[in-house]
């Protein structure tokens, strides 16, 4: 599938991505050499600017081309993944999110350390650079250049995804979170504007019949709740699996939480997780029912990650093409330019500084940079190696059903329960990755799958009560932490009371319990709908 754009078109992508540099690089000009601004934009940052600035950084490839293609393929079931975290950031807003931002952390392994020891921070920080680099970093590159290749069949994967990486680098590299984060606003409004009008011009094109004749004949491509035999989602797990994925995802995952690590306060990180929350769940009229819809409009495409992009090319006239075009790329940049920040955040803060005694902070952002440079060469040079998988939405899948569980479990277990003690927290990762590495071998070398034939979903937890068996056991046979360390990173109901007491007075639209309701019963409805 190719296709050439016309003079308009790619003037309005060329001159799109010429303002999104010149913007980053003009809003990293002050407080570059600041660890707090480079790393947390001086925590600052008000609700919409975070709520804004998580939407582009959540859309990445799995979402807009992995998760358009499953829906391509399967239907609707691929936005319980959604559907499910929305409740998920609920969930995280209301108990998670209050500890983190009290304690000034800038990272989250740094939470593992106050919480436990340095051991299980470094354990994790290392999982997630891995992650952050081969997974996300090099996911998102192939997913842009593969879009990009259809408008510029002659170049290859390899040199779109090196021309994606510069781009990135002009403004995130120079000028940190804080240019990531105003770029990523104008990105994320770009993004939902563009796919509102690619949804409204698919159900002018007959897309609107054709999903009223599934639904009037209960075709299974628009139920969210399916079969235990269904490959896509079965129901049971959707709620076992995904919850697990979904709060490793929104609680664990630096990317995302170093956003909201950059509220000024805990309100507005709360609110902007909601904003982040509603604007999730508009993902089912903009990227699943416009793949569903092109069932009909473009049946029997070789591979299903196309479908997004032979929409956006087949339906955008002139002028529009170049600017949706940009849009998408937008939202795998923004992934992008989240993960350098992210990865830089980690190695400078969980290691450098551990290991380099009393460096400066112009020193910690300098190393940052340096950081940003080498993840992006690993990534561009890990892209072909992602292009072997079925899907980006199955490479992704794949992987983070063995990393998030184990931590997953100790985050939970160490919040709600004081007695969790270090040791039960960090032996609690080694089992959990002892498990992964295991199946993994199980499956490459010997072809056997330790838990069978079940769908992945299926298996999350069983890593998951694995592991939190390991950290309950060593817990409760080695002496427990000290209380009083710790007592101030435990949920108790008297926090719940005293937030109470906060909100009395409070205008009911400015109640972040009231919008944490609301969501909840929009996320049901669709549900019931769509059952």
């Not at 050439?4 to 809003?27: A, E, P, Q, R």
């Not at 002009?170 to 804080?178: F, H, Q, R």
């Not at 000024?264 to 793949?291: Q, W, Y």
């Not at 960090?426 to 089992?431: I, N, P, T, Y």
Request: charged fraction near 15%; hydrophobic fraction near 55%.
């Amino acid at each position: 599938m190719e296709y050439n754009l016309g003079i308009v078109d790619i003037t309005v992508l060329v001159v799109y991505f010429i303002f999104i540099v010149w913007f980053g690089i003009k809003s990293s000009k002050k407080g570059s050499n600041s660890t707090s601004d480079y790393f947390l934009a001086g925590r600052n940052m008000t609700w919409p600017i975070i709520g804004f600035s998580l939407f582009a950084a959540s859309i990445s490839s799995t979402t807009l081309i992995g998760k358009s293609g499953d829906a391509y393929s399967t239907g609707i079931a691929v936005f319980n993944y959604d559907l499910i975290s929305v409740l998920v950031m609920v969930f995280f807003a209301m108990f998670f999110l209050p500890f983190y931002i009290k304690s000034g952390i800038f990272t989250i392994p740094e939470f593992l350390e106050k919480r436990f020891d340095k051991r299980s921070r470094y354990y994790f920080s290392f999982i997630t650079l891995m992650g952050s680099t081969f997974l996300d970093a090099a996911g998102a590159l192939y997913a842009a250049s593969l879009l990009m290749k259809l408008v510029f069949p002659d170049l290859s994967i390899m040199e779109l995804s090196v021309i994606f990486a510069v781009i990135v680098a002009a403004y995130t590299i120079p000028g940190g979170l804080s240019a990531a984060i105003k770029v990523d606003l104008i990105q994320g409004i770009l993004l939902l504007v563009g796919t509102f009008i690619l949804t409204f011009l698919a159900m002018s094109n007959g897309g609107l019949d054709h999903l009223k004749e599934l639904l009037l004949q209960e075709d299974m491509m628009m139920k969210l709740i399916r079969p235990m035999n269904d490959s896509s989602v079965p129901w049971l797990g959707m709620i076992v699996g995904i919850p697990i994925l979904g709060f490793y995802f929104w609680g664990n995952n630096q990317v995302l939480v170093q956003r909201v690590l950059t509220a000024k306060s805990i309100d507005h990180g709360r609110k902007g997780i909601l904003l982040v929350g509603f604007l999730t769940v508009s993902l089912i009229f903009i990227v699943i029912f416009p793949a569903v819809i092109g069932t009909k409009l473009f049946p029997g495409l070789p591979k299903n990650d196309m479908i997004y992009p032979k929409l956006v090319i087949e339906l955008m006239p002139t002028g529009l093409l170049g600017l949706m075009l940009a849009a998408m790329v937008a939202a795998l940049t923004s992934t992008l330019s989240a993960l350098l920040n992210s990865v830089a955040t980690l190695f400078t803060m969980d290691f450098y500084t551990k290991f380099k005694k009393e460096p400066s902070q112009k020193e910690q952002v300098y190393v940052g940079k340096i950081v940003s440079v080498i993840v992006l060469v690993l990534a561009v040079l890990w892209v072909p190696f992602v292009s072997k998988f079925d899907s980006l939405l199955k490479y992704y899948q794949e992987m983070l059903t063995y990393i998030a569980p184990p931590v997953v479990a100790v985050f939970f277990l160490g919040v709600f329960w004081k007695r969790i003690n270090r040791h039960g927290a960090f032996w609690g990762l080694m089992g959990g990755a002892f498990a992964a590495i295991t199946t993994i071998v199980a499956k490459v070398s010997f072809e056997v799958e330790l838990l069978g034939d079940i769908h992945f979903l299926l298996k999350v937890p069983f890593y998951f009560v694995f592991s939190a068996i390991i950290i309950i056991v060593v817990s409760l046979f080695s002496k427990p932490d000290n209380q009083d360390s710790i007592k101030d990173l435990i949920w108790t109901k008297k926090i719940y009371h005293e937030e109470t007491k906060e909100l009395i007075g409070v205008p009911f639209y400015k109640n972040f319990r009231v919008w944490c309701l609301v969501l909840i019963a929009f996320c049901f409805l669709v549900l019931y709908m769509y059952q």
